[in-house]
Every structure is written in C-alpha cells, then in structure tokens.
C-alpha cells in the first residue's frame, strides 16, 4: 500500500515544480525564437547579397564596356564624336535594359559628355554631384553613391563610378553607371518571406545607398553609436539579431546583415520588432497560464490519493517519451538540414566549376590554335628547338583538355554513353588493371553477389571510378593493407537520399571499396567530394579523383555515400540505379578527319564567337587556308551582317554567347534568311550545350578544345555537301532580307 504524501510536500511541489518548468520553457521558447530570427536573417541576407552582387557585377561590366568604348580617346575625341558614343552606351544600356537606368561620361569640369538613354541632355552640368568628390578622392577604384533627388525621381537606385585616370595621374573625370532601384526591390522581394521584413544596402562606413520603403524621414547615414553601424565597421561575424532602430522608424526592429562579397557594401535585412515582442508576450502568458494550471492540477491530484498519484506518474512517463521522441525528430531534422545544406554548396560548386571548364576550353581552344598557326607558318624552317616547344604546349593542351573533362564530371556535364552493366563481370575483369596499380604490399579481395542485378551505368566511367577509389584507397595504406571490393543490393530510403534531388528512394546495386587505411577525420570527410581538395604532398594528387565520382554519380541518378574512421579505415560506397536489357547505348558519330590540306578558295566562312582569342585564332587560320573569312562577336551582329548581304557559305559559331541569342538560335535565324548556308557550332561541353539550347541532330557540332586541322575538315566537307545545292540555284535570282 502506497504511503500518503505529506500536504508541505504536495504544496511546495505544486509550487516550485510549475516554476522551474516555466522557467525552462520561457528559456526554450526565447532560444528557439532567437535561433528562428537568426536563420531567417542568414538566409534572407544570403540569397538578397547574392541578388544584389549579380546586379552591381552587371553595373560594374556596363562600366567596363563604356570603357572600353572610348578606350584612348580624350574629351576633345569624345565631344567630336559624340553621336557614336552616345549609341555605344545606349546599346551597353540596351544589353542589361532591366538593370541599368543611365550610362553617363563626365568630363573633369563636371559636364556630361556623353549619356544614354534618349531623354539625357549632354553638356549638363554635374559638378556639384556627389559622384565627383567621391571620383577624385577613389580614382580608378570602383566607388558607390546613392541615387541623388532628381535620379531617385526617375528610378535609380545606386550609382557606381569610376575615373577615367590612371594610378598617379591627374583626375581625369569619371564614367558612372546607374542602377534601377526596381531591379533591387524585385529580387529582394523573392528573398524575404517575413510580412513587414525590408532589405537595405548599406555602405560600410555606415551610408545608406538604397532601402526598400524607404521615406524622407529615412537618415542617409547611420548614427555612428549605433550598434549595427558599429558591427560593420568592425567587420566582425554576427552571432545573433541586433535589437536597434537603426533607420530611425521610430520602433525597434531585429537587424541581420551580410557583407556582399569582398565589395564595401553589406546587405541588412529588418524584422519589424513589435509583431516579435507581442508573440513572446503572448507565448510567455500562455506557458504562464499552463505552469499555473499544471501545479493546480498537481495538487488536486496529489491530494485525490495514490491511485491518481500512479496516474500522474503514469502521465509523466508519457510526457517524457513524447519529449524523447520530439528531440529525436529533431536530431533527424537538423541532419536533414545539414545534408540540404551541404548539397547546395555542392550544387554551387558544380556550377562554378562547369562555368570555369566552359572559360579554360576557350583558353585551350586559343592557346592549340595558335601554336598549329605558327606550326603553319614555320613549316619546314623551324629548327628542332621550336618544333620541341610547339610540341611540348601542344602536350600541355591535351593535359589541360584532360583536367577539364574531370571538372566537367564533377559538374555533371561530361557526355555519357548508358547502358545495362553487368557489374560482377565488370570488377572481374577489370581486376587485372587494379592489381597492377597497386603494390605488393596491398591484398585485393573481391567479394560479389551472384545474384547481383545488372545496373545502368557508363561502363567506362564505372572503370575510372573504381579505379580512382582503389588508388586513393591504395595511398591511404603506405604500410600496406587490403582493400575489399564488395558488390551487393541496396535499398535506400528517402532520408539516406537527403540533398541528393537527381536520385530516388529504393532498390540500387551497391559497390563497395574498403581499405584498411588511416581513414579521415570528420572535417576531411565532408569535403572529400570537392574539386582540388587533396590531403597528398603537392605533385602527388589534383583533389578531382573523387569530386569526379561524385559528378558521375550523380549524373547517372545513383548516389555516393562515404564512411571512415581515423586509423580504421575507409569505405566508399557507389550506388548504381537498376537497369534492364533494354538500355542501349546511343551511337557516337566519329569527326571526319582530313585527308589532304584543305583549300577554302571560293568558299567564305562567318565566325561568330564572342573570346577574342578564339576569334581571332579561328579567322587566321581559316584565312591562312585560302577561305574568305568575315568575323562577328554575337549572334545578333552576324544575322545583321547577313542581312545587308555579306557573302557567307558557312556559319562557324559558338553555341553559348551573350547577347540574349545562343548559336543554335543564330543558325536557325540564318537558315530562315539564306537556306543553302552551311552550319558547324562549337561549345566546351557539347553534349549538355545541344540538350539546354537544342540543336541535337540538326546541326554539325565539335567540342573545345579544337584542333585547326579538324575544323578545316568539317568546314571542307560541309562546303563540299553544299556545292551541288549551290550550283543548282546559280540560275536563282538571289533574295536578301531587308535589314530591320
């Protein structure tokens, strides 16, 4: 029989318990809202900077074009040709219509020289514009102003300038770039989701450069105690929300901020204050009301007797498994984060990185295009040491082009050839080249499932893997060791898949590769799958052996896990979704070699392409080949070319290029004018370049980095292909679209 509790007891736990619990819940609900504010301030001031810088790069680019405009011309050059200029900036301005309200030239004395836009007077007087002090004292520094009255009135938000002067020479006077705020306010919007949050961009001595709802009362500068004002010019990391008002609106709000880049801006982002202080008020009275009913109700039972005394206790127990299991969610929730987290930087990664492979195939494509040029021209006089040096670049080339292809996996956009595998039959045969990458001191052992499924991979890349992974694994044994390739099934459920879109929960064919190595410590295995992320010596590893697993996997919707232990071991575990006897693999067209120097007399070559080096390498050496060779940087310039009728058997073009128009846009637009015309694209990644812009099977295609002799060869066979067309239509009057 239970004993009877005591009434001090009853009273003093009615008492004391229902004040600690509100204590603990009043400390979690402040934590928990201050976490919130702070996660949401992380995240609103990262994709707004994020916005912010792509709009003021686009600034900065239009600068660098009105630069290159009048690039060695003095004031007195530019008033003389001012028509020309104006249309040059109008046409800089027309390329980013969305971001750029006005492109002006200023002269020393503060006169407008040149401006685009229709409505901008040159000769206006802009000597009192703050723009010029802050152009004397940056020089040829990008500097940022706001927007003054009479801008703000037609819509601008920021000014960016710079001087026309070089380092130690007089002021020059300066070119300035203006911003639409718009442009601002419709990316910012699509950042912030609280009602009432607004985002500013803030320079980081403290002047305010453009805020969204912004009023006359707004001050132009932060009061220089302020405390977010204080952070940025300390430019030190912000831990939580500051409670400020800091605009002067007359209330306090919960300030976020973020430095955009390594520029001297920072995006800030207010949370209004009040709507936060009613919602802790009211969370605060509600848990008040419900610690006050829980030690009444904990008297009133106390006193009922044992019977309601096990009730409680059994209610307790209830209570902490539902708490055990809401920390359990938790725990599972933050890892979920954690993994989309990590995804998105991987995403990020893989972007830059195929952007990066896109601008060194180009650099590629110069650097062999140049050295066969001068091969051309030296021909029989060059000495043995030239012709070692041209080989020794074109060497280098072939290994650029090779660090490129494994950059290109890790970003997804190698081109691949799928097919139903046999994975068992593969290891084993591919066992032979595995051993002998590895040294005596190193046991392969396999271990396989008969029953093993086939899978649907490249069968080539599945090779490179494998043998990426058992050297990687190798050098983790300097001593010696084994490593175990083991294939299996798997099924993997949707939280083993978190930030991994391209793959989908259940069954897979698993391929293990376990060493007995080192292993890796935790901050080592979270960034095992970037690119050029090596713990080797240099010389002895690039870092893209496993980023290049990563790409593949990912590429063929299969995933990759890795698991390791410091000095037990490592284990990577390729996932390969399940094929079937129906996968074939899609028929490679082979480039038609050259057989015999090529002539291009009688025959003339459009070259759209928007690298002046490649440009410029491609006109030489068509031009050295006897073609007639007429050369544009976009898509729009070469169809006005064809519109006023310059001569053009074949379009040589790019495929990506700026100016709103890809080259397979600019090859259908040139067969609508002239039928009979030849066509032969390039890109860095042809395969993912035809799948985004289309194009597949309608127009010849190679891939940079090119060699001369190849491109002469398509060139001569598609002038060859088109000869009978052409002789056929000699008697044809022809017909030329009217410019537009």
């Known amino acids: 029989m239970d004993r009877p509790l005591r009434p001090g007891a009853i009273l003093a736990a009615a008492v004391v318990l229902p004040a600690l619990l509100f204590a603990v819940l009043r400390q979690h609900d402040m934590g928990h809202r201050r976490d919130a504010l702070r996660d949401e301030g992380v995240v609103a001031t990262q994709l707004a900077g994020e916005q912010a810088q792509r709009l003021i790069d686009g600034g900065i680019l239009a600068l660098d074009r009105a630069e290159d405009a009048i690039a060695g011309l003095s004031w007195v050059q530019i ?21 750029l309200g006005l492109l002006a030239l200023i002269r020393p004395d503060g006169r407008v020289a040149a401006a685009g836009g229709p409505d901008q007077a040159p000769n206006a007087d802009a000597s009192g514009f703050e723009a010029m002090r802050a152009a004397r004292e940056a020089g040829r520094s990008v500097y940022f102003e706001a927007a003054s009255r009479e801008l703000a009135a037609q819509g601008a938000g920021l000014v960016i300038g710079r001087g026309r002067a070089a380092e130690g020479r007089p002021f020059d006077g300066l070119i300035l770039s203006v911003l639409r705020a718009e442009a601002f306010f419709t990316a910012w919007s699509q950042a912030g989701h609280r009602p009432g949050g607004r985002f500013a961009l803030v320079r980081n001595d403290g002047t305010i450069l453009m805020r969204q709802g912004a009023t006359a009362a707004t001050p132009a500068l932060l009061n220089a105690s302020d405390p977010l004002r204080q952070a940025m010019l300390a430019d030190r990391p912000q831990s939580a929300p500051l409670a400020t008002d800091s605009f002067g609106d007359g209330e306090i709000q ?10 001297p801006l920072s995006i800030v982002y207010t949370i ?15 848990n008040g009301i419900g610690c006050f009913m829980a030690g009444l109700l904990l008297a009133l039972f106390a006193f009922s007797g044992g019977r309601r005394a096990r009730r409680d206790r ?3 127990k209830r209570l902490e498994a539902n708490a055990s299991d809401l920390r359990a969610e938790i725990a599972r929730r933050e890892a979920a984060e954690d993994g989309l987290r990590n995804a998105q930087r991987m995403e990020g990664l893989g972007r830059l990185t195929g952007g990066v492979a896109h601008d060194f195939n180009n650099l590629l494509t110069a650097i062999l295009g140049t050295a066969r040029a001068l091969e051309r021209h030296l021909g029989s006089r060059a000495d043995e040491r030239t012709r070692r040096l041209l080989g020794a670049t074109v060497a280098a080339v072939d290994r650029g082009a090779r660090l490129n292809a494994s950059l290109l996996a890790f970003a997804r956009r190698q081109p691949l050839v799928l097919a139903s595998v046999d994975a068992n039959l593969l290891v084993q045969d591919f066992r032979p080249l595995l051993r002998r990458a590895l040294d005596e001191s190193v046991t392969l052992d396999l271990t396989l499932d008969k029953k093993l499924p086939p899978c649907r991979a ?3 890349q599945l090779e490179a893997a494998l043998l990426n992974l058992v050297i990687n694994a190798r050098d983790a044994m300097p001593r010696g060791g084994t490593i175990r390739i083991v294939s299996r099934r798997a099924w993997l459920q949707e939280q083993a ?7 989908q929960p259940g069954p897979y064919v698993a391929i293990e590769v376990r060493d007995t190595g080192e292993g890796m410590p935790p901050e080592v295995r979270e960034r095992a799958f970037e690119p050029f992320f090596t713990t080797k010596k240099d010389g002895q590893g690039t870092g893209l052996g496993l980023s290049q697993v990563f790409g593949f996997m990912r590429q063929i919707g299969g995933h990759v896990a890795i698991q390791s ?6 284990t990577v575990t390729l996932y390969l979704p399940l094929g079937s006897e129906s996968d074939g693999a899609p028929g490679r067209t082979a480039s038609p070699t050259l057989a015999a120097p090529v002539s291009g007399k009688g025959v003339s070559v459009l070259v759209v392409e928007d690298e002046p080096a490649v440009r410029g390498v491609a006109v030489e050496m068509l031009t050295d080949a006897g073609f007639s060779v007429l050369a544009a940087p976009d898509g729009p310039t070469a169809l006005q070319l064809l519109r006023e009728g310059v001569p053009a058997d074949i379009i040589f073009s790019d495929v990506v290029m700026p100016g709103g128009m890809s080259g397979v846009d600019l090859a259908r637009e040139a067969r609508t004018l002239r039928p009979g015309v030849g066509v032969l694209l390039a890109s860095g990644y042809a395969a993912e370049a035809l799948a985004k812009h289309g194009g597949a099977g309608e127009f010849d295609l190679i891939g940079k980095p090119y060699d001369m002799d190849t491109v002469l060869g398509r060139i001569a066979a598609l002038a060859q292909r088109r000869a009978p067309e052409a002789e056929a239509k000699e008697s044809e009057p022809a017909v030329l679209a009217s410019p537009r």
């Open 565 to 570: 232990t410091p000095r037990r071991g490592t």
């Open 458 to 460: 490249d069968a080539a």
């Open 272 to 286: 209004p204050g009040l709507p936060e202080q009613r919602m802790a008020s009211l969370s605060l009275a509600l």
């Open 254 to 263: 919960y300030v976020a901020w973020r430095r955009i880049g390594t520029l």
């Open 314 to 316: 059994e209610t307790l």
């Open 79 to 99: 008033q003389a040709r001012r028509a020309s200029v104006q249309a040059d900036l109008r046409r800089i301005e027309a390329a980013q219509p969305a971001i």
């Open 497 to 503: 898949l978190a930030g991994n879109p391209e793959a």
